[in-house]
T-cell receptor, first 112, second 112 residues
């Protein structure tokens, strides 16, 4: 069964550094998402992406964040200058034509 | 924007009993309501969803009901088993809208 894949599974970085989280959505899906889940809290929507542009973004997705689809398979989330409070699990998801979203296994970001 | 409230935050039941988790939403235009199960350290996985043209949907031991007038929907798990233990998240969105909002989650514990 096809699934959304994310790399790395765990990223450790120093405060102020840039990080790029990578995702490969399911191949025939057209809508892609990033979510954040701080430890023990709810899943929070960050951004959605369709047709090579941002479709919607939440109040969390400020100028420090950006997304890109650099080629036909990858979908990336960049955090320009990480803060301690960016430490969380980041999930990528892609959506099938029936509106069902499938989540990747997540990248745990630890900002020291 | 959409606001989803979920309760209870924790729920403990004996194996074989039923469990009910309830969610309310604020945006009357929301018409797609998925439920995700998240085991510890794992990705959220869709277990059932319901669209606004349906009042109830059932899949084996899991059922979801939707009351559009009251803007609430519920997850029902019958004959619970220890492997049902997980955090369950409800969510709401408008179909075609890319901003899916999650509830805060319910930690379900099924005691053998």
């Amino acid at each position: 069964e096809p699934e959304v894949t994310q790399t790395p599974s765990h990223q450790v970085t120093q405060m102020g550094q840039e990080v790029i989280l990578r995702c490969v959505p399911i191949s025939n899906h057209l809508y892609f998402y990033w979510y954040r889940q701080i430890l023990g809290q709810k899943v929070e929507f960050l951004v959605s992406f369709y047709n090579n542009e941002i479709s919607e973004k939440s109040e969390i997705f400020d100028d420090q964040f950006s997304v890109e689809r650099p080629d036909g398979s990858n979908f990336t989330l960049k955090i320009r200058s990480t803060k301690l409070e960016d430490s969380a699990m980041y999930f990528c998801a892609s959506r099938d034509p029936g509106n069902i979203q499938y989540f990747g296994a997540g990248t745990r970001l630890s900002v020291l | 924007g959409e606001n989803v409230e979920q309760h209870p935050s924790t729920l403990s039941v004996q194996e074989g009993d039923s469990a009910v988790i309830k969610c309310t939403y604020s945006d009357s235009a929301s018409n797609y309501f998925p439920w995700y199960k998240q085991e510890l350290g794992k990705r959220p996985q869709l277990i059932i969803d319901i669209r606004s043209n349906v009042g109830e949907k059932k899949d084996q031991r899991i059922a979801v009901t939707l009351n559009k007038t009251a803007k609430h929907f519920s997850l029902h798990i019958t004959e619970t088993q220890p492997e049902d233990s997980a955090v369950y998240f409800c969510a709401a969105s408008r179909q075609g809208n890319n901003d899916m909002r999650f509830g805060a989650g319910t930690r379900l514990t099924v005691k053998p």
